[in-house]
């Protein structure tokens, strides 16, 4: 009988909170984040990713929007703003990209948006709109070993008001950034700051301040 076809795979690039791998977890396996407030039903397949790695990209992080899960503005990622956003790849199949991506859209994992999503990968050249939502475009930003690197970002970022992440949330991010590059607080402060959106509210001592604060 011959071998049944390898599952398609692509890199899942995060640059928010789910630079944190017990966070991005949540979206895989099910589970809810620390500080968050909303309970993610995971992946149809809760495998672990097969490996991860860290990386940087051309572009801007911007918070935006209004965060169910964290309160305050949500992070996207502008890769028309000069700058760079930290971020991290985690190799997933095809399947978990799509259930991942219809969860931060509050759809239903293997429902009809997921599987239009899964329909759609590994063969996105540039970017692909889903539809309407807050991270309804997937952007591939490169390749690595001949497997897409793909992020999910807001297409119109231009329409959304700028604003102010809370505290849960860049204590969360900042996790993430210890943990996948190694941040020590002071750059992690600095970096926050300078966001869109956390700029004019979070001076680069106010965030140093509150990712030292224990939840």
Not at 26 to 51: F, I, K, L, Q, W
Not at 54 to 75: C, D, I, N
Not at 148 to 164: Q, Y
Not at 200 to 209: D, G, I, K, M, R
């Amino acid at each position: 009988m011959p071998a049944a076809p390898a599952v398609p795979r692509v890199w899942y690039v995060a640059y928010g909170s789910n630079l944190g791998a017990d966070r991005f977890r949540c979206y895989v396996a099910g589970g809810r984040p620390r500080e968050g407030a909303r309970t993610y039903p995971g992946c149809r397949d809760r495998s672990e990713p097969e490996g991860s790695f860290s990386l940087e990209l051309p572009g801007a992080l911007v918070f935006a929007g209004e965060s169910g899960v964290w309160g305050g503005g949500m992070a996207f990622f502008d890769p028309h703003r000069a700058g760079a956003v930290a971020c991290r790849a985690y190799l997933v199949t095809a399947e978990q990209f799509a259930d991942v991506t219809a969860q931060e859209m509050r759809q239903e994992p293997g429902g009809e948006l997921a599987q239009a999503i899964g329909a759609a990968l590994p063969g996105i050249e540039e970017l692909h709109r889903l539809g309407a939502g807050r991270y309804e475009t997937v952007i591939r930003v490169d390749t690595r070993d001949e497997i897409p690197l793909l992020t999910i970002t807001n297409g119109d970022l231009g329409d959304l008001e700028p604003a102010a992440p809370s505290a849960p949330y860049l204590r969360s991010i900042a996790a993430g950034l210890r943990e996948s590059h190694g941040w020590d607080d002071a750059r992690i402060a600095s970096y926050l700051a300078l966001a869109v959106g956390a700029d004019v509210v979070w001076p680069t001592a106010s965030v140093l301040e509150a990712i030292q604060q224990s939840s």
